[in-house]
Structure formats: structure tokens, C-alpha cells
């Protein structure tokens, strides 16, 4: 194989151009030549002639520690169809493309398992904040993201604690809820609401949310007595999971309020998550995982998505990836609770 190509498809996340640099320098230092393609699939389908990056040693260093994508980031719900994969396919071929390297989550890998099905060899490299790829225990982007919640809500925290209120947030994660349970710990959540607890709390999500800071503010008063205190920590921050049914952070602050007579905000973090320049846990794992897809296309391999399991770089078969299943760790969220007052 000498030429490949690599785009990134659907979110962007902090780490896909770590992943684009570490695929075009491990393809350089093998004598092959790369391209870049912008605006993922699409661009790859209808417009390949302008969407083309020539990548070198010497257009490639700059991008290394930079957020987002370089190459455009974007969703094509429609490539499941025939005529736009074959078309896809034979611009590669005119390109003289013989491999791809795709960056994304899960409908970009179907993408990429049915090109290889249709004969150009793909690797999928795992991209998104919301580590939502069962394959592989870190994508590209979650460190990244997790920090930036972690910063997000410590400034949060400083003006809560200043006025004793109660902040509420949202966070992404999509349907996975990695982000929201790890960055509540890792932020002094006094409570955490995300999917798999919701059949637990009967629902409510603000019930639950005013008995735990009831619970909590019971017990600083009670250890304060003790001690014979007079400070009392009266701050509480609350995280919740995005995207769940019926659950509002304004309603929950709301009801904070009026039951327990707290005064209380709500704050939606939204795309804030998204961007800022990449950790250096995400930096490098990129570096790892850009490598390996590219000796994968070197071996002539295709239809196998590059993962980190553990401490190690590995892959799998796409289809027997995406039929992974990663359900979230309750240990995790125990040990949320137990830290929540």
C-alpha cells in the first residue's frame, strides 16, 4: 500500500489531530504518501478535488496539540447508500488511494466497515468526548473533556461557595454516562443523576436531588455540633446526564429552592465540553492509536478499529466491536454517592 487517506467523521474532539498527526508521520517515515480529506464522508463523496489535503512532514507539525479538527469535522447520516459509497470508492481510486483511516464514533466506523466490505480497507480510530465506544476504555477526547468539566465547575464552585448556593449542571456523555459520573467525583459532586439510577428515584430526579442535599446539609450541621463548629459548608453542586426524558436543570434548581430554601442556579456547559487544546494523556494516546492504523493498512488489514485497553494499544474486528457492550461501572457511581456529602 502506498497512498492513504484520513479523515474524521461526526463530533470533533481533542485528540483527532493528534491521530491525523501521528498517521501522516508514521506514513512518511514508511514511504507512503498521505492524504487528508475534509468534511469526512461527504467530502470524500462529492467533492474530493477540493476537500484533498497533501500532507507531508512539513504541512502536519503545527496541528499536533491543537483542538478540534483540522480536517472538518461532520455528520453524513445518508452514506449507507450504495450509489455514495461506490462513488466514494472510485474517487479514492482515482486519487489512487488505497486505505483509510477514520476518526470518529460509531456510525462513522459502520462507514468505514462498509467500504472495506466493498474493497478499499478502512481502520477506525475511536474519537469523541463521550467515551461512548464499548470497544475501548478511553476515546479520544474523554480525558480531555473530564478535565475540562473538572475546570468548568471549580469556577463554578468558587462563586457558589461565596454566596452559599446550590449550582446545577448539565453535562454531555450523550448516552453514556462516563462524563457526567467521573466528573462528579472528580468536581465534589453532592449528587449525580444519569440514566441507570432514574428506575431507582422512581424518576424523580428533583426528589432525589432535594433529599441528598438534605441528606448532606443533616450532616455537616450534625458533625458541626459536635465539634462545636460555627462555619458550615452550605455550597452544593449538582451534576446531571444530558438527554434524559423529562429532566430539566432549571426544574431541579427550582425545586432546590423551593424546598429547602436554597437559593439555587442551573447552567447547561454544552459545547464549552467540546473544545480547548487536548490533554496530554489524549495527545498521546492519538500518537498510539494513529500509529497502529497505519501499520494495520501496511499489513494490507482493513475492517478493525484501533482501541486502548488498559495500558495497551489494541484492535478488534469493526463488527465485533460495535457489538460491544460497556455498561457503566456502579462501583463508580457508589463511590459517588459515598463522597457526596
Known amino acids: 500500500m502506498k497512498t492513504i487517506g484520513v479523515l474524521t467523521s461526526g463530533g470533533d474532539a481533542p485528540g483527532m489531530n493528534s ?6 508521520k508514521t506514513a512518511c517515515a514508511n514511504g507512503m504518501k498521505v492524504y487528508g480529506i475534509k468534511y469526512s464522508y461527504w467530502g470524500l463523496t462529492f467533492d474530493i478535488d477540493n476537500c484533498l489535503v497533501d500532507f507531508d512532514l512539513n504541512n502536519v507539525g503545527d496541528i499536533l496539540n491543537k483542538g478540534g479538527s483540522y480536517l472538518r469535522s461532520m455528520r453524513f447520516k445518508d452514506f449507507y447508500k450504495e450509489e455514495y459509497m461506490q462513488q466514494a470508492i472510485a474517487n479514492c481510486r482515482a486519487k489512487g488511494i488505497e486505505g483509510l483511516v477514520v476518526i470518529g464514533g460509531d456510525g462513522s466506523f459502520r462507514g468505514a466497515r462498509d467500504l472495506t466490505l466493498r474493497g478499499l480497507p478502512c481502520i477506525g480510530i475511536p474519537g469523541t468526548i463521550d467515551n461512548d465506544i464499548p470497544s475501548s476504555d478511553f476515546t479520544l477526547g474523554y480525558d480531555t473533556c473530564l478535565n475540562t468539566i473538572m475546570h468548568l465547575c471549580e469556577s463554578l464552585c468558587d462563586t457558589i461557595s461565596s454566596n452559599d448556593r446550590c449550582m446545577v449542571v448539565e453535562v454531555m456523555g450523550n448516552k453514556c454516562s462516563d462524563l457526567p459520573v467521573n466528573g462528579g467525583i472528580a468536581c465534589g459532586a453532592t449528587a449525580i443523576v444519569v440514566p441507570e439510577i432514574m428506575e431507582s428515584i422512581n424518576n424523580d430526579a428533583a426528589g432525589y436531588v432535594v433529599n441528598k442535599i438534605r441528606e448532606a446539609r443533616d450532616l455537616r450541621e450534625k458533625m458541626a455540633a459536635e465539634k462545636g463548629d460555627k462555619e458550615i459548608k452550605k455550597h452544593y453542586l449538582i451534576i446531571v446526564a444530558e438527554k434524559m426524558d423529562g429532566v430539566n436543570v432549571a426544574d431541579i434548581a427550582k425545586a432546590v429552592e423551593k424546598e429547602l430554601g436554597i437559593e439555587s442556579r442551573s447552567i447547561i456547559l454544552g459545547h464549552l465540553q467540546r473544545g480547548g487544546q487536548p490533554s496530554a494523556f489524549d495527545v498521546i494516546t492519538g500518537c498510539q492509536m494513529g500509529n497502529r492504523a497505519v501499520k494495520l ?45
Open 19 to 24: 491521530a491525523v498527526y501521528s498517521v501522516v
Open 297 to 341: 493498512l501496511m499489513d494490507g488489514i482493513g475492517n478493525r478499529v484501533v482501541v486502548k485497553k488498559g495500558i495497551d494499544i489494541v484492535d478488534y474486528d469493526i463488527l465485533e466491536a460495535l457489538e460491544m457492550k460497556s455498561p457503566l461501572d456502579m462501583n463508580q457511581y457508589k463511590l459517588s454517592v459515598e463522597l457526596g456529602a
